[in-house]
């Protein structure tokens, strides 16, 4: 190892700094030796090593404390700005969050979508005060016993708990515009929105009540799939909810699907995709198995944004690609065609079961 020349440091030291430290160490090094048995030379590398360490240290906080300080100083003159606007022009996180209650949670600034609640969904696609909820009782149980990290009861009563619903959707009678409609929301805060045995038979029996009753049926998918802690009780829900949307269709009436971020496996794979009419928010995922599956399954690349809604429409799974603001007008233009020439729609009923 090079010795460490403390006169040749002492001569090329970049800073007065770096001299004087040099300077201290060559007179504190000449009478010392560590316990180690290393000459003073050896020890003095060491020692300045360290001082210079420190020093850096020392030199990089003094330059984050006033970087710290012209950012705070940069804050307070926004905050002046900001101060001296009109009320009407300042922006806050109130203001910020009405103004996404307007706009249905659509971003002013890069329209991105945000997803909507369940009631915030209702409101959208229906009538003021028009909706008329269907089977609200039904409630989920756990029939096979599942266990894991939380059995599935714990994971229903969470959830319950947190969103004040008994399950992952709401179906009903409602209007939108001058249509009587059956309208279904599902909620991705519940589970994941995944359908079980009550999903699978809340939306079996409001498309086969809107096939009495004569009225097109819209319902709103967002869903991670099938709920496995459900097993085959769930899968069974994709056979029994297309059965049917066939028989709906036999009858002549339309049934239009709207498929938000995200809509994915079992739930894609049945009642989402058999619309007469697809449509889809921008930017939603929509598709079955997740894109490391398929590549791992199909061991091919997969193209960028194979499973966004832009995508899937310039492919033909999808029919139109609606921004969140457009969505109830072009709903409402698409019913004003389908329905043209229908019998008028019954009245409401009382549920049948």
């Known amino acids: 190892m090079k010795r460490f020349d403390l006169d040749e440091f002492w001569r090329y030291g970049r800073t007065f700094r770096d001299r004087e430290l040099a300077a201290r160490v060559k007179m504190a090094s000449a009478r010392r030796i560590d316990r180690r048995g290393n000459s003073a030379g050896d020890w003095s590398a060491r020692a300045l090593g360290r001082m210079r360490i420190r020093n850096r240290r020392q030199q990089h906080a003094r330059i984050g404390m006033a970087r710290a300080g012209e950012q705070v100083a940069r804050r307070r003159d926004r905050t002046d700005t900001v101060a001296e606007l009109e009320p009407r022009e300042q922006v806050t996180l109130g203001a910020v969050r009405e103004d996404l209650d307007e706009r249905h949670g659509v971003c002013p600034r890069c329209n991105y979508h945000f997803q909507l609640g369940r009631k915030e969904r209702i409101a959208l696609l229906s009538e003021p005060n028009s909706f008329e909820e269907w089977d609200a009782d039904l409630y989920s149980k756990d029939a096979l016993g599942f266990t894991g990290t939380a059995s599935y009861q714990a994971k229903l009563e969470e959830n319950i708990k947190k969103t004040g619903f008994p399950d992952a959707i709401s179906c009903g009678r409602a209007h939108l515009g001058s249509h009587p409609i059956a309208l279904a929301v599902m909620d991705f805060d519940f589970?994941?929105?995944?359908?079980?045995?009550?999903?699978?038979e809340k939306v079996t029996r409001l498309i086969e009540r809107a096939t009495a009753?004569?009225?097109?049926?819209?319902?709103?998918?967002?869903?991670?799939?099938?709920?496995?802690?459900e097993g085959m009780l769930s899968l069974m829900q994709m056979a029994k909810t297309s059965a049917a949307v066939a028989r709906h269709a036999q009858a002549g009436l339309p049934y239009l699907t709207l498929l938000t971020h995200p809509t994915m496996a079992g739930v894609m794979a049945s009642y989402a995709t058999l619309g007469d009419v697809i449509l889809a928010e921008p930017g939603a995922l929509i598709g079955f198995a997740g894109p490391r599956v398929i590549k791992e399954t199909t061991q091919q690349n997969l193209p960028e944004g194979f499973q966004r809604a832009e995508f899937l429409l310039k492919h033909g799974l999808i029919d139109m690609v609606v921004p969140r603001l457009d969505l109830r007008q072009t709903i409402i233009k698409l019913l004003d065609y389908l329905m043209a020439g229908q019998p008028p729609p019954l009245p409401a009923a009382a549920p049948a079961r």
């Open 191 to 200: 589970l994941g929105a995944s359908m079980g045995s009550v999903v699978g």
């Open 213 to 229: 009753q004569r009225l097109p049926v819209i319902i709103s998918c967002a869903s991670g799939g099938a709920r496995m802690y």
